[in-house]
């Protein structure tokens, strides 16, 4: 027993410092929190509105490309010796100036050849049709002169299309392209030496629509911008393909635009209507957030009585539609009388209390 006893007494020593030490933590802690809560709570200042309503239709934009209706590559159908070469880079040319001429000295020879024959047959044919009068010279004698006056035009005319093969000239009046062959220069059939492009504003812009993406008929008229998203104007629809690429199923579509800043084969966007229009709300951008999960807005709900603030933050799911730099577009299930947080937004969480800003300091 007098072994016992001493730990009995050690064991309640313990027990008693311990539950002396809870007591006053415990104290400690309902004082922290008493502390705590004489602090009003928190509260976020913010700006609202309540949502707009508006029509919208929903857009995509699609590859285009320019071209210039007045618009040819300079090249010979058959190869040869360049002999002149007479604009420079970058000159104005009248509609039939020459662009390239090619050696055509032997043909024209052989032309002059023929065109002497020619009129030496023309001579003995009119000797014959009057000896022929006079039943001096018999009908098949004029008739083999006559068919060699055929055969000779016949071989000039053929000439004449081969001289016209070796010089190029302007289809139009239009803007030397750059090229670097000189006189002197050997060039092969179908070469081209340089671009020869017309001198009006006008643009054509070609893109493919992927079928079931638009309507679009002649007449309307979409927006068109370079690749870094800055609006070039707008073009009106002049044609619409009947048929539809079987292997990317897409039609082609030319619209029409006047703009000399456009180049020949520069690539754009088209922004094209895609569906039908629908009624969707509208807040400044600064009312949206991001989670995990999608977007949503901050409903400023009236606070319960006693609060400090008049209102609570309350997340409302969106549909995030189109967003600009002015505006967002969503759809959602919500009250149009509501106020809706912007400015400031980002600051709420949810629940939190917050009150509106009146610019007052």
Not at 35 to 47: I, K, Q, R
Not at 56 to 80: K, N
Not at 95 to 105: I, N, R, T
Not at 287 to 301: C, H, P
Request: hydrophobic share 45%.
């Amino acid at each position: 027993m007098r072994r016992v006893l001493p730990w009995l007494i050690t064991i309640v020593s313990c027990f008693l410092v311990t539950g002396a030490l809870a007591a006053v933590k415990y104290q400690q802690i309902t004082a922290a929190i008493a502390f705590g809560a004489s602090f009003p709570e928190p509260y976020e200042v913010v700006s609202a509105q309540q949502v707009s309503t508006t029509s919208h239709t929903a857009i995509r934009r699609l590859g285009g490309t320019v071209r210039r209706p007045e618009f040819v590559e300079i090249s010979p159908e058959v190869g040869g010796r360049i002999v002149a070469l007479p604009h420079q880079s970058g000159a104005i040319v009248k509609k039939g100036q020459p662009l390239l001429e090619l050696f055509s000295a032997d043909l024209t020879a052989q032309q002059e050849a023929l065109k002497a024959e020619r009129d030496l047959t023309i001579t003995q044919l009119g000797r014959s049709q009057k000896l022929r009068s006079q039943s001096l010279i018999a009908q098949d004698d004029i008739d083999v002169q006559q068919a060699r006056l055929n055969a000779l035009n016949a071989q000039i005319r053929a000439i004449d299309a081969q001289l016209t093969r070796l010089t190029l000239t302007a289809p139009f009046d239009g803007r030397m392209g750059i090229y670097t062959h000189v006189v002197g220069d050997m060039i092969d059939s179908g070469e081209v030496i340089a671009d020869f492009t017309g001198l009006g504003s006008e643009r054509w812009i070609d893109f493919k629509v992927p079928q079931g993406l638009a309507r679009l008929s002649v007449g309307d008229r979409v927006s068109i911008f370079d690749l870094d998203n800055n609006l070039l104007g707008t073009a009106t629809i002049i044609v619409v393909s009947d048929t539809i690429d079987a292997n990317t199923r897409t039609f082609d579509v030319r619209a029409v635009t006047q703009s000399d800043g456009l180049k020949h084969g520069e690539l754009l966007q088209v922004e094209v209507s895609s569906g039908a229009s629908s009624v969707v709300y509208q807040l400044p951008p600064a009312s949206i957030r991001w989670d995990t999960e999608g977007t949503y807005i901050f409903e400023l709900a009236d606070a319960e009585a006693g609060a400090q603030q008049p209102f609570r933050a309350v997340p409302t799911r969106v549909t995030l539609v189109d967003e600009s730099a002015d505006v967002a577009l969503f759809t959602a299930d919500l009250d149009e009388t509501a106020l809706f947080a912007t400015t400031g937004s980002f600051k709420l969480s949810d629940g939190v209390l917050a009150r509106l800003y009146t610019g007052a300091k």
